[in-house]
């Protein structure tokens, strides 16, 4: 089978196309035949060599995968070929609390991801697609879309009449605009486009903040909640943005850390403020395979789309890398195999 192999830590010049043995499934476990995948920021750091040491090699990078089950292993029960499914970014994390067990095989890190023709996966931990979405649409579920959900709905909470703050137009941001109007709660959403301020009033965005045009855009949020503050916000900016996200928090309020976009901090977070506001800042990494389950229903009872920017071909994944790392996108980039 076909399948792009990371070979060593040169970037994407070391990204490259192999032909290498189609995997049987053994028992308990079903082989998938991939038929799409998106690219999530996290690929990016693994194929720019951003796990250091920790990084094996060669690695078949990408975790978020769409496709069908091609042949069902002995003892499998509840899955037959040609089931369409996605693959959950943790293999072993099938409920409860986090733990380095559960955590200790994620897909594209650990062991190997989805970009290649097939990929054989533990029965339990694979998860019917919503039957409304495409392959491509699908793929976007397993790790953008999942830590979304976990940062608005099992980790915040959120509830009609919340206020919740959403960063930028990537795939966590976008899915975080939409699970919180499913719940109804307010969003205010920030970009540096005006272009792109549209989109996300397309989305439903209730209020945008244009941050290149107010750096302070903490102060506004407060302003836009009548001083009071936001509920939640969907941090995927980093320590760079984390004194904003903690202005613009209320009292109490949950900061949603998941992600390192805006680089490094050009002061220290105002950590004394969160002890005095009785703030929460709470890391989010995906969630459980019962919490993808859970997504996928709520997916399939509003009949919710993913925003899906650009699908490029299997022969144009380097292309697609580099043009989700030019910033170019609104929302998910797919790669179509097959």
């Known amino acids: 089978m076909k399948a792009w192999q990371l070979q060593d830590a040169s970037g994407l010049d070391g990204l490259r196309k192999v032909e290498i043995d189609r995997p049987t499934p053994g028992r308990g476990e079903v082989l998938v035949r991939i038929n799409a995948v998106s690219l999530n920021y996290r690929d990016l750091i693994t194929v720019r060599g951003g796990y250091g040491s920790r990084q094996k090699f060669p690695l078949i990078p990408v975790s978020d995968g769409a496709g069908v089950i091609a042949e069902v292993g002995p003892g499998v029960r509840g899955w037959n070929e040609g089931d369409r499914v996605i693959g959950s970014f943790f293999e072993n994390w099938l409920g409860g609390d986090a733990s380095a067990e559960k955590m200790a095989a994620a897909l594209g890190g650990s062991v ?20 409304h979405l495409s392959d491509a649409e699908a793929a976007c579920l397993p790790c953008a879309a999942l830590t979304a959900w976990s940062a608005v709905v099992k980790c915040g909470q959120v509830k009609p009449g919340d206020t919740v703050l959403t960063q930028g137009a990537g795939g966590v941001s976008l899915f975080a605009l939409q699970f919180a109007k499913l719940a109804g709660a307010r969003v205010i959403a920030t970009s540096s486009s005006d272009a792109r301020i549209e989109r996300l009033k397309t989305l439903g965005a209730d209020e945008t903040i244009n941050y290149r045009e107010t750096p302070e855009w903490g102060k ?65 990494t995906v969630g459980s395979i019962d919490d993808l389950k859970s997504m996928c229903a709520a997916i399939t009872q509003n009949q919710l789309k993913p925003a899906l920017d650009r699908t490029f071909s299997f022969d144009e994944a380097q292309e697609a890398f580099r043009y989700m790392s030019s910033g170019a996108h609104f929302g998910k980039v797919a790669i179509a195999i097959g």
Do not use: K, W
């Not at 996966?121 to 919503?130: C, K, N, Q």
């Not at 509920?231 to 004194?243: P, Q, R």
């Not at 903690?246 to 805006?262: D, S």
């Open 112 to 131: 190997d991801g989805v970009l290649c023709e097939y990929r054989v996966f533990p029965a339990h931990a694979v998860v019917a697609a919503p039957a």
């Open 220 to 284: 506004l949020a407060r302003v836009l909640t009548g001083g009071r503050g936001v509920d939640i916000v969907v941090e995927v900016g980093g320590v760079g943005t984390l004194n904003e996200s903690i202005r613009a928090l209320r009292i109490g309020g949950m900061i949603g850390f998941i992600g390192v976009l805006a680089g490094e901090a050009r002061q220290e977070p105002r950590l004394s403020l969160m002890v005095m506001q009785q703030q929460r800042l709470q890391g989010v």
